[in-house]
């Protein structure tokens, strides 16, 4: 296959990956913040755990993307530790550390009989920093990062995630939503 697929595959899945975190992430605040009166239905449950598997799916396939990039040519070192590769330091770190964040605390969901939920509670409220590394790493990096559409779609994902995380984390977020 042409090099010049791998590139549009790497900047879509990319794309994909960034907007269902930020969406999952909301979904998440929305339930952990208490934004909702209730308990959370079972199908806003069912939307946040399938946003995050689509998310770390689309991140998979971002990262294996690029192995067959013609023109970045990275090796599996390249893309999976911080600062092998050198390219477009730092933002390639970034989105490299970002990635494994998001996918350990994504995947911890799987392991809290394990590690307790009170502690996996704690461990999951990371998630939001690795979603901002994503984010950081997109914009910094990303070829499409000066083009209008995509800088809409990062600032949209952004004030939208932003001001939940503002609202959880500021003690103001108490039974603001009521669901039926």
């Known amino acids: 296959m ?9 900047r879509a899945a990319g794309s994909v990956c960034l907007v269902a975190a930020t ?14 009166r ?15 598997l689509t998310a770390l799916v689309a991140l998979a396939i971002h990262a294996l993307s690029l192995l067959a990039d013609s023109f970045f040519r990275p ?3 390249d893309i999976t530790v911080p600062f092998v ?4 330091e ?6 490299i550390v970002g990635g494994w964040a998001l996918a350990i605390l ?12 009170g502690r996996w509670r704690r461990l999951h409220r990371w998630t939001a920093g690795a979603w901002a590394l994503g984010l950081i790493h997109s914009v910094g990096e990303g070829t499409d990062n000066h083009r209008m559409w995509f800088l809409a779609m990062s600032g949209f994902v952004a004030v939208a995630a932003l001001a939940l995380l503002i609202q959880r984390f ?10 039926r």
């Open 75 to 77: 090796s599996l070192l």
């Open 85 to 88: 590769s050198g390219y477009k």
């Open 2 to 10: 042409h090099g010049h697929f791998f590139w549009i595959t790497t």
């Open 90 to 95: 730092p933002w390639m770190s970034i989105g």
């Open 38 to 52: 209730s308990r959370p239905p079972r199908d806003l449950r069912i939307v946040h755990e399938a946003l995050s």
């Open 23 to 36: 969406v999952s992430l909301c979904i998440g605040l929305l339930m952990s913040g208490r934004m909702i």
């Open 170 to 179: 500021s003690g103001t977020s108490q039974g603001s939503l009521t669901v």
């Open 106 to 117: 994504g995947l911890s969901y799987y392991a809290r009989g394990l590690i307790g939920p």
